[in-house]
C-alpha cells in the first residue's frame, strides 16, 4: 500500500528487500522479484493440480496468524469448486479452485499447498467462515481453497512477459444468482464482444462448455477460466426448445 516496504523473510530471519513485477487482483496472485536472494535458495518443485484426487493427503505451509513457519496437513475435499477471491458480487474473481480441510487462517492464505511429494499443487487463498462469506479475519472451519498450480503457472509467466496479467471473456452477463441447475443463462450481450461475433444471444442458456456440463452462472465462468485468451471453446446453448452449438474465440481483459 502507498509503495511500502515489501520484504522476504528465510526460515533463518534473513530479511530481502523485494518489489512487485506485475499483479492478478482477479487471481489473487503476484510476482515479486528479491534481487539479493538470486542463487542463495532452490526452487521448489511444482506439480499438477489436474493429478489430485479427492481423498488425498496435502500440507498446506505458510505463517497462519503470525506464526511462521507452520505447516498444517488435511485432504483434498474437491476439485474444480467455483469460488469468489475477492468482492462475492464480482463476477470477475471467481475461479475453480481446490479445496481442502486443511487450516488456512489469514497468514498462509499466499503460501502453497503441496502433495506428500513436496510439490506444489496451489497457492492457499480463500477460507470459508462461520458468516458464511470467503476470506476475512474469521477462524478455519475445515474449508479452504486453494488457486490451481496450472493458473498460477500461466498468470505468472503473463506477468514476467508482459508486466500483467489477462483472463479471458466473452463480453456476455449471465445471471449468477440462484438457479435451477439447468444452465447459465444469458442477460446481455456486450455489442462488438466475442460472444456477439460467437452468435451468442440476450436469454440463451449456456448448458456445456467443450461437452462438460454447465450447471448455471458461476459454473460457467470458471469453466471459461480454464481456457486462456485466444483459444476458441464451443457452448451447447438452449434457444429456445432447440439445442445447437457456437464457437467463440476468447478474448482477453487485464485485471
Same mark, same amino acid.
Given at each position: 500500500q502507498d509503495d511500502g516496504r515489501i520484504q522476504v523473510v528465510d526460515q533463518e530471519g534473513n530479511r530481502y528487500d523485494a518489489s512487485v513485477v506485475g499483479r492478478s487482483a482477479v487471481y489473487?496472485?503476484? +510476482?515479486? +522479484?528479491? #534481487?539479493?536472494?538470486?542463487?542463495?535458495?532452490?526452487?521448489t518443485a511444482l506439480g499438477a493440480s489436474s493429478?489430485?484426487?479427492?481423498? #488425498?493427503?496435502? +500440507?498446506?505451509?505458510?505463517?497462519?496468524?503470525?506464526?511462521?513457519?507452520?505447516?498444517?496437513?488435511?485432504?483434498?475435499?474437491?476439485?474444480?469448486?467455483?469460488?469468489?477471491?475477492?468482492d462475492p458480487d464480482s463476477e470477475?474473481?471467481?475461479?475453480?479452485?481446490?479445496?481442502?480441510?486443511?487450516?488456512?487462517?489469514?497468514?498462509?492464505?499466499?503460501?502453497?499447498?503441496?502433495?506428500?511429494?513436496?510439490?506444489? +499443487?496451489?497457492?492457499?487463498?480463500?477460507?470459508?467462515?462461520?458468516g458464511g462469506g470467503l476470506g476475512g479475519e474469521a477462524g478455519n472451519i475445515g474449508v479452504g481453497f486453494a488457486i490451481p498450480v496450472e493458473q498460477v503457472r500461466i498468470?505468472?509467466?503473463?506477468?514476467?512477459?508482459?508486466?500483467?496479467?489477462q483472463y479471458p471473456v466473452i463480453g456476455a452477463r449471465v445471471r449468477t444468482g440462484s438457479e435451477l441447475g439447468d444452465g447459465a443463462?444469458?442477460?446481455?450481450?456486450?455489442p462488438g464482444s466475442a460472444a456477439e461475433d460467437g452468435g451468442l444471444e440476450k436469454g440463451d442458456v449456456i448448458v456445456a462448455v467443450d461437452g462438460v456440463r454447465v450447471t448455471d452462472g458461476i459454473a460457467l465462468i470458471v469453466s471459461i477460466r480454464t481456457h486462456q485468451p485466444g483459444e476458441t471453446v464451443e457452448f451447447t446453448v438452449r434457444r429456445g426448445e432447440q439445442e445447437q452449438q457456437v464457437s467463440v474465440e476468447l478474448r482477453g481483459q487485464v485485471g
Open positions: 489473487d496472485l503476484a +510476482v515479486l +522479484v528479491a #534481487e539479493d536472494m538470486a542463487g542463495e535458495f532452490e526452487p493429478r489430485l484426487r479427492v481423498g #488425498e493427503t496435502v +500440507v498446506a505451509i505458510g505463517s497462519p496468524l503470525g506464526l511462521s513457519s507452520t505447516v498444517t496437513a488435511g485432504i483434498v475435499s474437491a476439485l474444480q469448486r467455483a469460488v469468489t477471491t475477492g470477475t474473481s471467481y475461479i475453480n479452485a481446490v479445496q481442502t480441510d486443511a487450516a488456512i487462517n489469514p497468514g498462509n492464505s499466499g503460501g502453497p499447498l503441496v502433495n506428500l511429494l513436496g510439490e506444489v +499443487v496451489g497457492v492457499n487463498s480463500a477460507i470459508a467462515t462461520t498468470t505468472a509467466d503473463q506477468i514476467l512477459r508482459t508486466g500483467e496479467a443463462r444469458i442477460e446481455k450481450v456486450e
